[in-house]
């Protein structure tokens, strides 16, 4: 019984209205940046941002990831402290 179900099963297709392609699209977009960003890639996460941005330029979730993204970048800095630690070592 089990082995006739399986093969006769078909998924029940529905077309996609074009908002709901866009969705999807930011949607795996998003999810891949977060992966990418948590990864520390965050030229891969910028990338896969701008292109979600491009089919829906207001994405909420995107637009922060990009900020945060932006304020990262902006964080390293080189501490004063640091410079003279490797002098002498030679």
Avoid at 60 to 80: A, C, F, T
């Amino acid at each position: 019984m089990v082995m006739n179900s399986m093969a006769t099963y078909e998924p029940v297709h529905r077309v996609l209205s074009d908002r709901e392609v866009q969705e999807h699209y930011a949607a795996k977009n998003l999810r891949l940046a977060q992966i990418a960003f948590e990864n520390g890639d965050n030229d891969l996460a910028s990338d896969l941002i701008k292109d979600g941005l491009k089919v829906m330029p207001r994405h909420p979730k995107l637009l922060d990831l990009q900020k945060k993204i932006e304020n990262k970048g902006k964080q390293v800095e080189v501490s004063p402290k640091n410079w003279t630690a490797g002098i002498g070592v030679l």
